[in-house]
Nanobody
Framework: EVQLVESGGDLVQGGGSLRLSCAASGFFFDDYAIGWFRRAPGKEREGVSLISSNDDSTCYTDSVKGRFTISSDNAKNTVYLQMNNLKPEDTAVYYC??????????????????WGQGTQVTVSS
């Protein structure tokens, strides 16, 4: 059973930083990407960032480029999202998610196959 457990969400002032963590277990895909999507109230899901399990290639949605950095620790089966210079529009529930790949690159705008329960990030102005 695939399990994705997020942590690190919090209330932070604009301009501040947070680091989200996701502990992953229970899957054995040869080729996949793991990362984050978010959902804000009244808005559609937005893919934030993904990192490939094979070659560490990444994708980021345009609004977070230069501010967010994704990384992974394969030994710990954990993926991180370092979020700097947070803005009120970053407020959302952030979900750790897995995208099964078929020889393709991670696609932040693509479909996600598994996701966790989510962690709330709130950025005050």
């Amino acid at each position: 059973e695939v399990q994705l457990v997020e942590s690190g969400g919090d209330l932070v002032q604009g301009g501040g930083s947070l680091r989200l963590s996701c502990a992953a277990s229970g899957f054995f895909f040869d080729d996949y990407a793991i990362g984050w999507f978010r959902r804000a109230p009244g808005k559609e899901r937005e893919g934030v960032s993904l990192i490939s399990s094979n070659d560490d290639s990444t994708c980021y949605t345009d609004s977070v480029k230069g501010r967010f950095t994704i990384s992974s620790d394969n030994a710990k089966n954990t993926v991180y999202l370092q979020m700097n210079n947070l803005k009120p529009e970053d407020t959302a529930v952030y979900y750790c998610a897995v995208q099964v790949l078929w020889g393709t690159d991670p696609d932040c705008r693509g479909d996600y196959d598994y996701w966790g329960q989510g962690t709330q990030v709130t950025v005050s102005s």
